[in-house]
């Protein structure tokens, strides 16, 4: 009997793979064009019919960073619409499927399973949030899925290497050791505090200055963790100043920043330099009534557009199409959406009419002399997926981001 059980599942098992080999084999599904990454990924054409090419996000659409998430979904459709309005690219459209995470894991974990499995994505494309993006990599690069210009800095979105992994943003780590680094050498402040989110992204902001204070050989004065919903913080504001902080920095984002300097200013305390990574430069930051963000500093990849006193054309341009269409203004999020959403249509159309993955990623690897419409510049290789390689430091200045003339290496 047990023989016999064995014999008959052997039989099943081979005539599965025959008839699965031959459905293959009629229907053209499967194609010449598909390969075995260096990572044993195979590297298909899910997501790619004869008229359209189907992109994936998970992001916050209604959380604590929802204008964020709305803002780049915003920036990505209004690029792949330009493109679909001309025909598409090689006469496929550009679809993007957008799911709502809140700012939770679990949430990206389910919006993830969603958009590999049911919506069959080609690509992922500015999934927002260190914790949200860290939650669902395995199961993304598993699937042989590119996770493509991350709304994060963590340095696990650029370290180590992965094939299916490309950044165009500053990462946090750098970011944060490069700030420790200039506020001390250069502005001559000496007493450094950290005051960051409790998850993956704050820590990592906490671990930039652990380490570049024991490399300079000072101490951190203070820090204190909080979780991602507190709104109170004038209890850490204050131990922040009893233990004579000169500069903070800040691994948080735009609501929990906010009401920090808040409680700042409402106790006066302005010997004090609030220094936050990129995720902390947003509009509502500069822009708030009582004027609480003025003077922070941020390490930014890019700052938004003012017309008024922008000289590049093309940023007018594009700054006005978009209030057009959305009736908003656009913030940092929305520019690094349509940055992405353009790197993928160049890249689509270097890959030409028979796209996959594997032509796809070689195509951004070779995209090595960008310069998105607001003049900054990025490049890719086969050996580096990071286009960003130096930040700005900016400032708040009467109610806007000012850059300032500091540029700062990101490369160790």
């Known amino acids: 009997m047990r023989e016999g059980s064995m014999f008959m599942k052997s039989l099943?098992?081979?005539l599965s793979y025959s008839v699965v080999c031959f459905l293959l084999f009629v229907s053209g599904c499967s194609r010449e064009s598909?390969?075995?990454s260096e990572t044993g990924v195979v590297l298909d054409t899910t997501g790619v019919s004869d008229d359209e090419i189907v992109f994936g996000i998970h992001t916050d659409l209604s959380g604590p960073i929802a204008r964020y998430g709305a803002e780049s979904v915003n920036g990505i459709r209004m690029r792949f619409d330009e493109e679909n309005e001309l025909g598409g690219v090689h006469g496929r459209y550009l679809k993007l499927i957008a799911e709502d995470h809140q700012y939770k894991p679990q949430e990206s974990i389910r919006a993830t399973n969603k958009l590999i499995h049911r919506d069959n994505i080609f690509a992922m494309m500015l999934a927002l949030g260190t914790p949200n993006?860290?939650?669902?990599?395995d199961e993304l690069f598993a699937a042989g899925v590119p996770n493509l210009f991350p709304l994060t800095g963590s340095v696990r979105m650029a370290e180590p290497f992965n094939k299916l992994m490309f950044t165009q943003r500053g990462i946090y780590?750098?970011?944060?050791r490069a700030a420790v680094k200039h506020f001390v050498e250069e502005e001559g402040f000496t007493a450094p505090c950290v005051t960051y989110i409790d998850n993956d992204y704050g820590q990592e902001v906490y671990n930039a200055v652990l380490d570049q204070t024991k490399e300079m050989e000072i101490e951190i004065v203070a820090y204190a963790a909080h979780e991602r919903t507190e709104t109170e913080f004038t209890a850490t504001v204050l131990r922040f100043k009893e233990a004579g902080c000169d500069f903070v920095l800040m691994g948080t984002v735009e609501g929990d920043t906010l009401g920090i300097l808040d409680a700042a200013r409402k106790m006066e305390w302005t010997e004090v330099a609030w220094v936050?990574?990129?995720?902390?430069g947003g509009n509502s930051v500069a822009e708030h009534p009582s004027g609480a963000g003025?003077?922070?500093y941020t390490l930014s990849h890019m700052i938004r557009i003012y017309p008024d006193t922008e000289e590049n054309e093309d940023s007018i341009r594009w700054f006005e199409s978009f209030q057009e269409r959305f009736n908003a203004i656009p913030d940092?999020?929305?520019m690094e959406g349509y940055r992405g959403a353009d790197l993928v249509v160049k890249a689509l159309d270097i890959a030409g009419p028979d796209v996959t993955r594997e032509n796809f990623i070689e195509a951004l690897e070779s995209i090595n002399d960008y310069t998105d419409p607001w003049g900054y510049k990025l490049s890719f290789s086969p050996e580096n997926h990071n286009g960003l390689k130096v930040t700005g430091l900016s400032q708040v200045q009467n109610g806007r981001w000012i850059q300032l003339e500091q540029t700062i290496s990101l490369e160790r």
């Open 12 to 14: 099943f098992k081979f």
């Open 34 to 36: 598909d390969s075995e």
């Open 133 to 137: 993006n860290l939650s669902v990599m």
């Open 173 to 176: 780590y750098d970011e944060i």
């Open 276 to 280: 936050g990574s990129n995720a902390a």
């Open 294 to 296: 003025e003077g922070m």
């Open 332 to 334: 940092v999020a929305a």
